[in-house]
C-alpha cells in the first residue's frame, strides 16, 4: 500500500483516505464502499466485493452498528470495537498496509468524529475452496487419506491437526512486488536447527520477483544448484509426509494458492521413501524398500546396460542368449542405440499424452498406445522384442519409484547414460555413473549433503535408510541443536 499517512494518523485536506483507496485500486467496479452514521460517529467501509463474504459484513459490522441508538453521544471513537461481535477486528496503525488487507478479502472501517480519525481491518473473506481429498499423484495404502489444497488456512488447520504441538511455528512472509503472494515458513521449535531456520530466512528474503504463483515456482527461486536435474526442495501433497519431516529436524514452507507443501532439506534416501513405510511391520516395509531402491537402479542403467553388451562387448554374453539376440534383430534396420532412442521417446510421449488427457481416457491411451505400437515396431521389424521388453521393464521399475520429481530426474539421466554406453560400451557407461555419482556427492540442499546417510557415511542414520528398522518403545531422540 503506498497511501502516505500523515502526522496524527489523519490524511491530507486535498485527498480523504477513501480517495486515496479508489486511486490505489484504480476504481476498480468491485471496490466497494458503504457509508452510514452511528450516532456522533461517521463510519465508512471499503471492501472488495468479489473476495469479501457480504453475509458476514452485514452479520458483524453493519447490523450490530446499525442497533445502536442515534442518541446515544456517550459512544467515543475508541469503543468502535467493543460494539462489534467479532474477535478478529484490529486497529490499522500503518496506513501503509490497507491495501494489502483489502486484498486478503478483509473490510476496512474508518470512523471519524469530528477531531479524530480511526480505522479498523475486519477478516470478512469469502472462501471458494475444494475439500481435502487423497492427493492423486502420491496415493497411499495405509494412512491417513487427507491432502493439501489450494486454501492456505486450511493447509496450516491440517499440519495442526497431525501436529498438535505448541511448538509448532508459522513465519509469515511476503513475496512479489506486483502481486502478494504469501509464503509460511514452518518448523517444529527444539526439533529444528536455528542454522536450517536462518539459512531458509535467508533465501526467502534474498527472493525478489514480480510474483510468486506457485510452490513449485518457489522452490526453483530457492535452489543453489540451477543446473541439477535433482531436486533440493520436496514438494508433496500429503501433510503426514510433512509432519513426519518435521518430526525430522526439517522444514517446511507453504505457498497460498498452492496445493503443495515444500519440504527441506532434500536428501536421496528421503526422495525414495514414502509413508506407507512406517505404516507396516518392519520386515515388509524394509523388503518394499530395497525394492524401490534395485528398481531405481535398474530403471537408469538397464537400457544402457543392454546397449553395451550388444553393441560392444559381446564376449559378456553367454553364447545360448548372444545366439538367441542376433536371430530376435535379424532384419532390424538401426543399431541397438537408435532402437533404444526411439522407443524411449515413444514412451515418454505416451506418458506425457497420457498425463495431459482426461483422467478417464489418459491411462487406456498409455496402455493400448504402447501395446499398439510395440507390436507394430515389432511385427515392421523396426525394433527387435529384446528391446521392447527391455525398454518396458525400465519404463515399469521408473513407475515404481514414489516420487515423481526424482523420476523424472532419472528418466534425464538415463538419456545421458544411455548415449555415454553407446559411445564407448561398459567403459562409457562407467564414466557417467561417476560423473553423476560425483555430482551426487557435491550435491547440497540447504547445508545437508543429497547422499546423506550414505555420503558422508554415518552408521547412526542407516536404521532408516536401504531398511526400516523397527520402532524402539522409550527411544529418545537426540536434540539436533545440541
Excluded at 486450511?154 to 501436529?163: E, G, S, V, Y
Aim: with cysteine; hydrophobic share 40%; glycine share 4%.
Amino acid at each position: 500500500m503506498r497511501i502516505r499517512r500523515s502526522k496524527h494518523n489523519k490524511t491530507t485536506n486535498s485527498s480523504t483516505l477513501e480517495d486515496q483507496i479508489k486511486l490505489e485500486f484504480h476504481n476498480t467496479s468491485d471496490l466497494q464502499f458503504k457509508k452510514f452514521k452511528v450516532a456522533s460517529l461517521d463510519i465508512t467501509l471499503a471492501f472488495l466485493k468479489d473476495i469479501s463474504d457480504p453475509i458476514i459484513i452485514q452479520k458483524t459490522i453493519i447490523s450490530p452498528l446499525l442497533t445502536v441508538s442515534d442518541g446515544d453521544n456517550s459512544i467515543q471513537i475508541e469503543g468502535l470495537p467493543d460494539l462489534l461481535p467479532i474477535a478478529s477486528i484490529q486497529k490499522v496503525t500503518d496506513y501503509n498496509s490497507i491495501t494489502e488487507h483489502v486484498m486478503d478479502g478483509c473490510t476496512i472501517i474508518i470512523v471519524r468524529d469530528k477531531q479524530t480519525q480511526n480505522v479498523y481491518v475486519v477478516d470478512t473473506i469469502k472462501f471458494i475452496k475444494r475439500t481435502p481429498d487423497e492427493p492423486v499423484n502420491e496415493p497411499t495404502i495405509s494412512g491417513p487419506r487427507d491432502g493439501f489444497i489450494e486454501c492456505i488456512q486450511d493447509n496450516k488447520t491440517l499440519l495442526r491437526m497431525h501436529l498438535k504441538s505448541k511448538d509448532l511455528i508459522f513465519e509469515k512472509f511476503t513475496l512479489g512486488t506486483d502481486v502478494s503472494t504469501y509464503i509460511y515458513l514452518v518448523y517444529l521449535r527444539g526439533k529444528t536447527k536455528e542454522t536450517l531456520i536462518q539459512e531458509v530466512r535467508d533465501r526467502i528474503s534474498s527472493v525478489e520477483v514480480d510474483y510468486v504463483k506457485d510452490g513449485a515456482i518457489l522452490a526453483q527461486l530457492l535452489e543453489r544448484n540451477k543446473f541439477s536435474v535433482f531436486p533440493e526442495l520436496t514438494s508433496t501433497q500429503n501433510p503426514t509426509k510433512v509432519a513426519n519431516a518435521l518430526l525430522e529436524g526439517r522444514v517446511s514452507l507453504l505457498t497460498d494458492g498452492s496445493p503443495t507443501a515444500l519440504i527441506a532439506p532434500t536428501t536421496l534416501n528421503m526422495l525414495l521413501q514414502t509413508p506407507d513405510d512406517y505404516h507396516f511391520k518392519w520386515i515388509p516395509a524394509s523388503f518394499i524398500r530395497m525394492l524401490t531402491y534395485i528398481t531405481a537402479f535398474i530403471s537408469v542403467l538397464l537400457p544402457a546396460t543392454y546397449i553395451s553388451l550388444v553393441s560392444f562387448q559381446h564376449g559378456l554374453i553367454p553364447t545360448s542368449l548372444a545366439v538367441s539376440l542376433s536371430k530376435t534383430r535379424e532384419g532390424v534396420p538401426f543399431p541397438s542405440v537408435i532402437e533404444a532412442f526411439l522407443m524411449e521417446l515413444t514412451i515418454e510421449i505416451l506418458r506425457e499424452a497420457g498425463v495431459r488427457l482426461p483422467k478417464p481416457i489418459g491411462s487406456t491411451v498409455s496402455i493400448v498406445g504402447a501395446i499398439v505400437i510395440g507390436e507394430t515396431a515389432v511385427s515392421s521389424g523396426i525394433v527387435s522384442p529384446m528391446m521392447v521388453m527391455v525398454i518396458s521393464f525400465t519404463a515399469i521399475c521408473s513407475f515404481a519409484i514414489p516420487n515423481y520429481q526424482l523420476s523424472l530426474a532419472l528418466r534425464t539421466i538415463r538419456f545421458f547414460i544411455l548415449f555415454s554406453a553407446a559411445t564407448l560400451g561398459i567403459y562409457g557407461m562407467l564414466i557417467a555413473i561417476f560423473i553423476v555419482t560425483t555430482h551426487l556427492v557435491k550435491l547440497r540442499s540447504f547445508s545437508v549433503p543429497y547422499l546423506e546417510p550414505f555420503a558422508p557415511i554415518n552408521l547412526k542414520e542407516w536404521k532408516d535408510g536401504f531398511i526400516r528398522l523397527y520402532f524402539k518403545a522409550g527411544a529418545k531422540e537426540d536434540n539436533p541443536n545440541e
